[in-house]
Nanobody
Framework: QVQLVESGGGLVQPGGSLRLSCAAS????????MGWYRQAPGKQRELVAVDTSGGTNYADSVKGRFTFSRDNARNTVYLQMNNLKPEDTAVYSCSVRCNTASSRLLYSDYWGQGTQVTVSS
């Protein structure tokens, strides 16, 4: 089982910046992917950034503005968000995909509860 707790959300003006954090605890045999997602009211959940062994990929809407990073010593990942826009307003959640010991094809996905980001003047 893995627990994820997001923090760092809040209210920010357009053009401002926020850094979200996701603290992980528990046990994961192998992490195959970690990602940030967001969901605005009335819209489906959207992938913002996903980090795998092959690197980090970003949604086109956030490329050049958002940056994924991690601090392994603290079991924490971050999402640095710069030049925020009103359309970035959403609940942001982090997720981790944990592969089982038996097979890399068998996995479990874990989600945090999310943190609200509101971009408004």
């Amino acid at each position: 089982q893995v627990q994820l707790v997001e923090s760092g959300g809040g209210l920010v003006q357009p053009g401002g910046s926020l850094r979200l954090s996701c603290a992980a605890s528990g046990s994961c045999f192998t992490i195959s992917a970690m990602g940030w997602y967001r969901q605005a009211p009335g819209k489906q959940r959207e992938l913002v950034a996903v980090d795998t062994s092959g690197g980090t990929n970003y949604a086109d809407s956030v490329k050049g503005r958002f940056t994924f990073s991690r601090d392994n010593a603290r079991n924490t990942v971050y999402l640095q968000m710069n030049n925020l826009k009103p359309e970035d307003t959403a609940v942001y959640s982090c997720s981790v995909r944990c592969n089982t010991a038996s097979s890399r094809l068998l996995y479990s996905d874990y989600w945090g509860q999310g943190t609200q980001v509101t971009v408004s003047s």
